[in-house]
């Protein structure tokens, strides 16, 4: 049965040349961006593992709402689920690559003017497997394409601070999420997943 799973790759916009007087914060117009374009990043850069389709979000999440939630804590978490959340229902109604959340994710935001948004933290995008465990292993192969090991060894040989999540985008993947977002982008990044429909009974135990 195909299974879907809500992943978000978390990115580091560059606001060096702001920090440094240099311009003003970069805003987002989320009207001009072209999001088949972010589709294909995301096909391109997660190459690995099973056959599956990839859905985007026709918007994104930024630090304002991130930074909110880091402040008030509590629910809703800054993992964003309820973002992954509606994400997952109107996929699962809208088959295109491109999916509306605008509706669903406006009373999410702090700032509801995504013509003038800042650069985006979290990208959302919605992975289909043929089942559950494709899925999974699609999910572990994607780990290499961010210069990770393909599972989490806590405290293993060579890495005694344990678990590491945070990887690396290459430079030519800042430079194509430059040329869509209009905006530059450091080199670290996560991958991380926000929801998904129900995990099988048997993969609990």
């Known amino acids: 049965m195909p299974f879907k799973m809500v992943c978000a790759l978390w990115v580091s916009p560059d606001f060096s040349n702001v920090m440094a007087g240099h311009g003003l914060p970069p805003r987002v117009d989320h009207s001009q961006v072209d999001f088949s374009a972010l589709c294909s990043f995301f096909e391109d850069l997660f190459p690995y593992g099973p056959p599956v389709s990839i ?9 304002v709402t991130v930074h909110l939630r880091e ?3 509590g629910a809703p978490t800054l993992r964003c689920e309820d973002f992954g959340k509606a994400l997952l229902a109107q996929a699962t109604r809208q088959p295109d690559p491109i999916v509306d959340v605008r509706h669903a994710w406006e009373g999410l935001h702090e700032l509801v003017n995504r013509r ?4 985006p933290v979290a990208l959302p995008f919605v992975v289909t497997a043929e089942d559950f465990e494709d899925a999974m292993t699609w999910r ?5 394409s961010l210069g ?6 806590p405290y293993a040989v060579g890495n005694p601070k344990g678990v590491e999540h945070v990887g690396a985008l290459t430079k030519d993947a800042r430079e194509k999420l430059a040329a869509i977002f209009g905006s530059s982008f450091e080199g670290p990044a996560v991958l991380d997943e926000m929801y998904s429909d129900p995990h099988p009974e048997y993969a609990c135990g």
């Open 55 to 63: 859905q985007v979000p026709n918007d994104t999440i930024d630090q």
């Open 71 to 73: 402040v008030k804590g």
């Open 116 to 119: 003038q948004a800042p650069p």
């Open 140 to 144: 572990t192969s994607a780990r290499s």
């Open 148 to 153: 990770l090991p393909p599972i989490d060894v």
